[in-house]
């Protein structure tokens, strides 16, 4: 009788059942997203091209921007824009500079603070801002205390100017903080040679760290750029009445004006520009890692 032992009969393994199309698990968040976010925008858009008379028209685009006031108020958001992201770069790039690579006792907490503050709402700067330089502040009763003067020197919140210095102070840790990233990952070694070799400080930073931190410091600025094309409480709490930007704008049209379909002309505008600007800071972002 032969020995040769019957080979084991091979089980056939079931089959995991297929489950459900891809793209089924796509259409919750798809729908989600159109009736949250979507279709609002999708009224505002329809909004602007529908006169107070009714039908469809382009009239309200035509009216509104060759209005003077869309005008100036696309010019003063333009430059506000552009003049607090420049001061958010110079300030942003010393602090964290001074942070980064200046030993001091607390620097790894200020580090962390500034984590902190990117979750502070934006009136809240506003209004510390008010209690130190408004007409009633703190700045404004030394002076008087001192001076004996009815008044003291600083009215400046309530101008363009005080809307540029809270913009400024509330944006500057939007680039400090992927600064801060950026110099943690920086070879120390690089900046070690460069002291032994007679490199003076600012030579370091202009030739070693400087390069490193381009990345990180386009993204921190598009970023701010984006944000303060959108600021709406900071010019609101500065009670800056001579200050209307965009946003201002839509206010006013809407809340004031009851002008509805200027209103979302001048927002269809904003979102236009800050969609753009977006585009914009994603790529920056993507070049630099982020």
């Excluded at 003067?149 to 913009?167: K, N, R, S």
């Excluded at 202009?206 to 970023?223: H, K, N, T, Y």
């Excluded at 959108?230 to 009445?241: P, Q, S």
């Excluded at 006013?252 to 009851?258: R, V, Y």
């Amino acid at each position: 009788m032969s020995s040769v032992s019957a080979a084991p009969a091979l089980r056939e393994v079931p089959r995991p059942r297929s489950g459900a199309p891809g793209w089924v698990w796509v259409l919750p968040p798809v729908a989600l997203l159109a009736c949250v976010f979507l279709y609002p925008l999708v009224l505002v858009v329809q909004q602007s091209v529908t006169p107070d008379e009714g039908g469809t028209s382009l009239a309200p685009y035509a009216e509104v921007l060759a209005s003077a006031s869309f005008r100036q108020a696309l010019t003063t958001t333009v430059w506000l824009a552009l003049g607090s992201t420049a001061g958010c770069l110079v300030l942003g790039l010393v602090l964290a500079l001074v942070i980064a690579f200046v030993p001091f006792p607390g620097a790894k907490a200020v580090a962390k603070f500034v984590d902190v503050f990117l979750s502070f709402p934006s009136f809240l700067i506003t209004l510390a801002l008010l209690f130190v330089y408004g007409n009633a502040g703190m700045a404004n009763g030394i002076w008087t205390a001192v001076t004996g003067g009815a008044e003291g020197p600083f009215h400046f919140l309530t101008t363009p100017w005080g809307v540029l210095l809270a913009e400024i102070t509330y944006f500057t840790p939007f680039v400090m903080r992927p600064l801060l990233a950026a110099f943690s990952q920086l070879d120390t070694a690089q900046l070690e040679v460069a002291s032994s070799l007679g490199a003076r400080p600012a030579r370091i930073v202009r030739r070693v760290i400087l390069p490193e931190a381009l990345p990180a410091l386009a993204a921190g600025g598009s970023l701010v750029l984006v944000l303060c094309l959108n600021e709406f409480g900071i010019v609101l709490f500065t009670g800056a009445k001579d200050v209307t930007t965009l946003p201002m704008l839509v206010y006013s049209k809407a809340i004031l004006e009851s002008d509805y379909p200027a209103a979302c002309v001048v927002a269809v505008v904003n979102i236009a520009l800050s969609v753009g600007l977006y585009g914009l800071y994603r790529v920056v972002s993507c070049r630099a890692g982020a």
